[in-house]
């Protein structure tokens, strides 16, 4: 069985401070890994993910993370916090291409301090 | 890219009436769709998995009978909420896989259920 787990129920930071929200999974199989954000009252956003190709992954609002196999880690960064990144992330992990369910993280809210 | 419509984004209905949510994908083929439960402060928690033209698999510990899943095509998956009650109330998001080797899932905006 797959799982995520995000280390951080909160984080909290200052405007142009980096960021570093951390995600280590758990899969019998080579994963498929997903970052993505939710504001308040909506769906969730694809930020990026880790299909296999490349282990450094840039994704939208100038987000990356990196796959690190032997630490079993997908940690999100970004160099520089806006006020508008504030918002819910989760990391999510799935085993196929789409047709098996994504495994959600309990998810890390990210506070950015003017 | 692949976008999937929800609706409504929120209802509020009475005890004991059925609400229905309607996932649509606007410019794809969703052969999978998935539904998912949120609590407030919580994350996503996965109710069933629903295929074109198949009865949809539910998750342990999810109602059959309260939670109605239709998918009777390729754009268009429904979830029913029948007879429902206060404890119902929740987010509900659908997401439905992207199709090819785009590894993807796209998720509709929720539809936030308030039984009063």
């Known amino acids: 069985a797959q799982s995520v787990t995000q280390l951080g129920s909160h984080v909290s930071v200052s405007e142009g401070a980096l960021v570093l929200l951390r995600c280590n999974y758990s899969s019998s199989v080579p994963p498929y890994l997903f970052w993505y954000v939710q504001y308040p009252n909506q769906g969730l956003q694809l930020l990026l993910k880790y299909t296999s190709a490349a282990t450094l992954v840039k994704g939208i609002n100038g987000f990356e993370a990196e796959f690190k196999k032997s630490e079993t880690s997908f940690h999100l960064t970004k160099p520089s916090a806006h006020m508008s990144d504030a918002a819910e992330y989760f990391c999510a992990v799935s085993e196929t291409s789409g047709n098996t369910p994504l495994v959600f993280g309990k998810g890390t809210r990210l506070s950015v301090i003017a | 890219g692949a976008v999937v419509s929800q609706h409504p984004s929120r209802v509020i209905c009475k005890s004991g009436t059925s609400v229905k949510i309607e996932c649509r994908s606007l410019?794809?083929?969703?052969?999978?769709m998935f539904w998912y439960r949120q609590f407030p402060k919580q994350s996503l928690m996965l109710m069933a998995t629903?295929?074109?033209?198949?009865?949809?698999?539910?998750e342990q510990g999810v109602e059959k009978d309260k939670f109605l899943i239709n998918h009777a095509s390729l754009t268009l998956s429904t979830l029913t909420v029948t007879s429902a009650h206060p404890e119902d109330s929740s987010f509900y998001i659908c997401?439905?896989?992207?199709?090819?080797?785009?590894?993807?899932?796209?998720f509709g905006s929720g539809t936030r259920l308030t039984v009063v």
């Open positions: 997401s439905a896989s992207e199709p090819g080797l785009n590894y993807g899932y796209t």
């Open positions: 629903s295929n074109e033209g198949s009865k949809a698999t539910y």
């Open positions: 410019d794809f083929q969703a052969t999978t």
